[in-house]
């Protein structure tokens, strides 16, 4: 991932609900066409439980996405983030690798 687009929440309750507006959907997609670059997920944080698919994300996800998510960790992991990919209506987890050449020392 080379870079993560900050979008306006739509969701109708912002403090339960975080909705992507479609066109700012397409305006990321038609922003990569004609270079190298893709669309390959989202994110968004669940700040008062744990970064783990919700039912509401369930109900929104669709196929081969990668949806990120921060949230609180267990016990003392503080907050933390995680990443998932939908496969057949299940979220299994992704790994989330930082390129050694794009580490912060």
Request: glycine share 6%; aromatic share 8%.
């Amino acid at each position: 991932m080379d870079e993560a687009v900050p979008v306006e929440n739509r969701a109708a309750d912002r403090t339960r609900r975080y909705e992507i507006d479609p066109a700012d959907y397409l305006a990321a997609i038609k922003r990569c066409r004609g270079t190298d670059a893709i669309v390959i997920g989202g994110y968004h944080s669940h700040p008062s439980s744990e970064p783990t698919p919700s039912e509401t994300d369930r109900a929104a996800a669709f196929s081969d996405f990668v949806y990120v998510i921060s949230g609180r960790g267990r016990g003392r992991e503080g907050f933390v983030t995680r990443a998932y990919r939908l496969r057949e209506r299940n979220f299994s987890p992704v790994s989330l690798v930082l390129d050694a050449e794009e580490q912060c020392t």
